[in-house]
């Protein structure tokens, strides 16, 4: 049996590496290329760039430091922040990353995941969607996009669907609601996302110990992520880059 990868999330904001709770009160934490080198000692299995600052300042992604962490960096990395063209996601392949994440654009401009699975395969087109509660009751789950500011009409498995049409290959899926929280995924999220379609679903949101991704990927993930339970420690929260070995994360499979 393949052993289900576990992938950080790193967080970038104005060039340093940020963690928040539900999309919000981001602290930084450190200098994301130097998080990179200690998770080359740590032998991680992948990890997922995300900048988040990109689409709210409307700016192209910072090829200059994708290039520097790429080149440092001993495992695959996806990136996502930014891409509106296919010209941006071109220059990001050419720094050295593997996959690129989609996620408001993929709404607003579906043709991008088209053009992007045509030339680099569907296997390297990522598409991150992020999903909170909505209505007066908060009872009724919902896509948003632009950093959760922006609700869509359809339904999480519509929208996934959806995206599968258009050449996503793999999809991460985020619970706005549970991220930062490290007190578990959404799991009926993951169940009903998952048991609908056949490419690959990555958990996100709420990972806060190794329970929580067995329990994620029993619900149906192919692979479990998280960002908080990376880099926090204890109650207080202090900084300190971990990463399971390979044996422990193999015991809970």
């Known amino acids: 049996m393949i052993r289900p990868r576990l992938i950080p999330i790193l967080l970038i904001q104005d060039g340093g590496l940020v963690k928040g709770v539900n999309f919000k009160k981001h602290v930084y934490v450190g200098d994301p290329v130097n998080v990179v080198k200690i998770f080359n000692e740590k032998e991680v299995d992948e990890i997922a760039i995300l900048d988040i600052s990109c689409t709210v300042e409307n700016r192209d992604p910072n ?55 045509k030339e680099f395969g569907s296997s390297s087109t990522v598409v991150s969607i992020d999903v909170k509660t909505s209505g007066f009751f908060k009872s009724t789950k919902k896509v948003f996009i632009q950093n959760s500011r922006k609700q869509i009409e359809l339904t999480p498995l519509e929208y996934s669907k959806m995206l599968v049409d258009l050449g996503a290959g793999e999809i991460i899926l985020t619970s706005v609601d549970h991220e930062g929280l490290m007190a578990g995924y959404d799991n009926d999220l993951i169940e009903e996302i998952t048991s609908n379609l056949e490419i690959p679903v990555v958990a996100n949101g709420g990972a806060g110990n190794m329970d929580h991704f067995k329990q994620a990927l029993n619900h149906g993930a192919s692979a479990v992520a998280a960002g908080s339970f990376f880099v926090f420690q204890g109650t207080h929260k202090a900084v300190l880059i971990t990463y399971p070995s390979y044996s422990d994360f193999s015991q809970i499979i």
Request: glycine content about 8%; hydrophobic content about 40%; charged content about 20%.
């Open 63 to 117: 090829y200059e430091l994708i290039s520097e962490i790429t080149s440092e960096a001993f495992m695959p990395l996806s990136y996502g922040g930014g891409l509106k063209s296919i010209e941006q996601v071109r220059k990001i392949f050419h720094s050295g990353v593997e996959k690129v994440i989609f996620n408001t654009s993929a709404y607003l401009n579906p043709n991008l995941i088209k053009e992007t699975a």
